[in-house]
């Protein structure tokens, strides 16, 4: 989660300012410049400036297949369904 704190209410608190933290290698998360890119677009604090859903699915990390590094297993996870499901909403 991009939202860390040393309570629920600090987390709850950062989550309602959108004070969001992408420094996720730190955490030991290898998370792509590409996947950080499109959530900080979709967590934009302004919903103004918030990627649509359209523009979301066009973004390169989409497009490129939308892979990640699973936390637990560190195997690659590939997104291909929920691209799909999102396609279908």
């Given at each position: 989660?991009?939202?860390?704190?040393?309570?629920?209410?600090?987390?709850?608190?950062?989550?309602?300012?959108?004070?969001?933290?992408?420094?996720?290698?730190?955490?030991?998360?290898?998370?792509?410049?590409?996947?950080?890119?499109?959530?900080?677009?979709m967590?934009?604090?302004?919903?103004?400036?918030r990627?649509?859903a359209?523009?979301?699915?066009?973004?390169?990390?989409?497009?490129?297949?939308?892979?990640?590094l699973?936390?637990?297993?560190?195997?690659?996870?590939?997104?291909?369904?929920?691209?799909?499901?999102?396609?279908?909403?």
């Open positions: 989660s991009p939202f860390h704190g040393k309570s629920y209410n600090e987390i709850l608190w950062k989550n309602k300012t959108c004070d969001i933290k992408f420094n996720f290698n730190d955490y030991g998360h290898k998370i792509s410049e590409s996947a950080t890119d499109l959530m900080k677009k967590l934009a604090k302004d919903p103004k400036q990627i649509s359209r523009e979301a699915l066009q973004h390169d990390w989409i497009v490129g297949g939308g892979s990640f699973s936390p637990r297993s560190h195997a690659p996870v590939y997104l291909s369904s929920a691209q799909e499901n999102m396609k279908k909403f």
